[in-house]
Protein backbone atom coordinates (compact mmCIF):
# COMPACT_ATOMS: atom_id res chain seq x y z
CA UNK A 1 0.00 0.00 0.00
CA UNK A 2 1.33 3.43 -0.42
CA UNK A 3 -0.89 6.25 0.61
CA UNK A 4 0.05 9.94 -0.42
CA UNK A 5 -1.32 13.05 1.11
CA UNK A 6 -1.63 16.54 0.05
CA UNK A 7 -3.88 19.83 0.72
CA UNK A 8 -1.32 21.39 3.14
CA UNK A 9 -0.62 24.95 3.61
CA UNK A 10 -0.11 27.90 5.17
CA UNK A 11 -4.30 29.30 6.53
CA UNK A 12 -4.73 32.21 8.73
CA UNK A 13 -6.29 31.23 12.18
CA UNK A 14 -9.64 30.21 11.69
CA UNK A 15 -9.46 29.18 8.05
CA UNK A 16 -10.32 26.29 6.33
CA UNK A 17 -7.82 23.06 4.79
CA UNK A 18 -8.87 19.94 3.03
CA UNK A 19 -6.29 17.29 3.30
CA UNK A 20 -6.33 13.95 0.84
CA UNK A 21 -4.67 11.08 1.09
CA UNK A 22 -4.88 8.80 -1.41
CA UNK A 23 -4.37 5.57 -1.48
CA UNK A 24 -3.11 2.30 -4.05
CA UNK A 25 -3.94 -0.47 -2.77
CA UNK A 26 -3.24 -3.93 -4.23
CA UNK A 27 -4.75 -6.85 -4.05
CA UNK A 28 -7.06 -5.19 -1.42
CA UNK A 29 -10.21 -2.90 -1.22
CA UNK A 30 -9.39 -0.11 0.76
CA UNK A 31 -12.70 -0.10 3.08
CA UNK A 32 -10.81 -3.14 4.43
CA UNK A 33 -8.50 -0.52 6.09
CA UNK A 34 -8.86 1.79 9.02
CA UNK A 35 -7.40 5.21 7.72
CA UNK A 36 -5.78 7.33 10.42
CA UNK A 37 -4.98 11.00 10.25
CA UNK A 38 -1.80 11.29 12.51
CA UNK A 39 0.04 15.05 13.47
CA UNK A 40 3.46 15.83 14.79
CA UNK A 41 4.42 19.07 16.10
CA UNK A 42 8.21 19.98 16.41
CA UNK A 43 9.05 18.86 19.85
CA UNK A 44 6.15 16.68 20.64
CA UNK A 45 4.75 13.46 20.47
CA UNK A 46 2.76 12.15 17.07
CA UNK A 47 -0.55 11.91 17.89
CA UNK A 48 -4.05 10.48 15.87
CA UNK A 49 -6.19 13.29 15.87
CA UNK A 50 -9.05 10.86 13.49
CA UNK A 51 -9.48 7.88 12.05
CA UNK A 52 -12.17 6.13 9.93
CA UNK A 53 -12.43 2.23 10.50
CA UNK A 54 -12.94 -0.36 7.91
CA UNK A 55 -16.48 -1.80 6.73
CA UNK A 56 -18.64 0.63 8.53
CA UNK A 57 -17.14 4.32 8.25
CA UNK A 58 -17.12 5.31 11.64
CA UNK A 59 -15.68 8.34 12.76
CA UNK A 60 -13.44 8.79 15.70
CA UNK A 61 -11.58 12.68 16.60
CA UNK A 62 -9.48 13.38 19.59
CA UNK A 63 -11.25 15.82 21.89
CA UNK A 64 -9.29 18.70 21.13
CA UNK A 65 -10.32 18.23 17.06
CA UNK A 66 -13.85 17.52 17.41
CA UNK A 67 -16.43 19.92 15.98
CA UNK A 68 -13.87 20.98 13.73
CA UNK A 69 -12.04 18.50 11.61
CA UNK A 70 -14.22 15.88 9.55
CA UNK A 71 -12.63 12.74 8.37
CA UNK A 72 -14.23 11.16 5.27
CA UNK A 73 -13.78 8.51 2.47
CA UNK A 74 -14.71 7.87 -1.03
CA UNK A 75 -13.38 3.76 -1.59
CA UNK A 76 -14.29 4.57 -5.23
CA UNK A 77 -11.18 7.04 -5.98
CA UNK A 78 -9.18 5.07 -2.88
CA UNK A 79 -9.33 8.74 -1.11
CA UNK A 80 -9.94 9.41 2.27
CA UNK A 81 -10.14 13.59 3.27
CA UNK A 82 -9.37 15.73 6.26
CA UNK A 83 -11.65 18.91 6.24
CA UNK A 84 -10.46 21.19 8.90
CA UNK A 85 -12.48 24.51 9.68
CA UNK A 86 -11.90 26.29 12.35
CA UNK A 87 -8.37 26.21 12.54
CA UNK A 88 -5.99 27.21 15.59
CA UNK A 89 -2.29 28.05 15.43
CA UNK A 90 -2.10 25.01 17.85
CA UNK A 91 -3.13 22.70 14.87
CA UNK A 92 0.12 23.43 12.68
CA UNK A 93 2.12 20.16 12.49
CA UNK A 94 2.90 17.84 9.66
CA UNK A 95 -0.32 15.57 9.03
CA UNK A 96 0.56 12.20 7.59
CA UNK A 97 -1.87 9.61 6.84
CA UNK A 98 -1.92 6.14 7.73
CA UNK A 99 -3.35 2.82 6.90
CA UNK A 100 -4.45 -0.23 9.21
CA UNK A 101 -6.03 -3.50 8.33
CA UNK A 102 -8.88 -3.80 10.53
CA UNK A 103 -7.14 -1.74 12.68
CA UNK A 104 -9.41 -0.82 15.55
CA UNK A 105 -9.89 3.50 15.47
CA UNK A 106 -9.59 3.32 19.25
CA UNK A 107 -6.14 2.69 19.12
CA UNK A 108 -5.60 5.25 16.63
CA UNK A 109 -7.00 8.34 18.72
CA UNK A 110 -6.97 6.84 21.74
CA UNK A 111 -2.92 6.04 22.15
CA UNK A 112 -0.42 8.76 22.54
CA UNK A 113 2.64 8.46 19.78
CA UNK A 114 0.34 5.09 18.61
CA UNK A 115 2.46 2.97 15.78
CA UNK A 116 0.30 0.45 15.14
CA UNK A 117 -0.77 1.03 11.45
CA UNK A 118 0.73 -1.01 9.07
CA UNK A 119 1.40 1.63 6.53
CA UNK A 120 2.19 5.27 6.33
CA UNK A 121 2.03 7.93 3.67
CA UNK A 122 4.55 11.16 4.07
CA UNK A 123 3.43 14.02 5.72
CA UNK A 124 1.83 17.50 4.54
CA UNK A 125 2.68 20.70 6.51
CA UNK A 126 -0.33 22.67 7.92
CA UNK A 127 0.69 26.00 9.43
CA UNK A 128 -1.61 28.22 11.31
CA UNK A 129 -0.50 31.48 11.16
CA UNK A 130 -1.98 34.86 10.75
Not at 106 to 114: A, D, H, N, Q, S
Amino acid sequence: VQLQASGGGLVQPGGSLRLSCVASVPGYSLDYYAIGWFRQAPGKEREGVSCISSHDDSTYYTDSVKGRLTISRDNAKNTVYLQMNSLKPEDTAVYYCAAGLFTPCTKVVGTPGYSGMDFWGKGTQVTVSS
